[in-house]
């Protein structure tokens, strides 16, 4: 069963960045994408980027290109999401989730989903 894990959350502060890990085990295809999303309180869980693995395809949502890239170290099964000159309305809880189709941001594409790893923007 595929496991996902996050971490490199924490307190930063507004115009800082942030690079956030997702590790995963369990993978028995090769042909899987990687997403990641966000939720903030009371808020709809967002989209923010995806990378598929055997083909390198990546897509970032509109509200985030320029701030945020995604890339992977394959040899360790990790993706890492980069987020820069953070804003207190970046404060969420940001979560990895697995896939089997393309790179979409479609959160109800994703099968497999991390714990989640908490991001407060703030001074």
């Known amino acids: 069963q595929v496991h996902l894990v996050e971490s490199g959350g924490g307190l930063v502060k507004p115009g800082e960045s942030l690079t956030l890990s997702c590790s995963g085990s369990g993978f028995t295809r090769n042909d899987y994408s990687i997403g990641w999303f966000r939720q903030a309180p009371g808020k709809q869980r967002e989209g923010i980027a995806c990378i598929k693995k055997n083909e390198d395809i990546s897509k970032i949502s509109d509200s985030m290109k320029g701030r945020v890239s995604i890339y992977r170290d394959g040899s360790k099964e990790t993706v890492y999401l980069q987020i820069n000159n953070l804003e207190p309305e970046d404060t969420a809880v940001y979560y990895c989730?697995?896939?089997?189709?393309?790179?979409?941001?479609?959160?109800?594409?994703?099968?497999?989903w991390g714990q989640g790893t908490q991001v407060t923007v703030s001074s």
């Open positions: 989730a697995y896939t089997t189709t393309s790179a979409q941001l479609a959160s109800w594409l994703y099968s497999y």
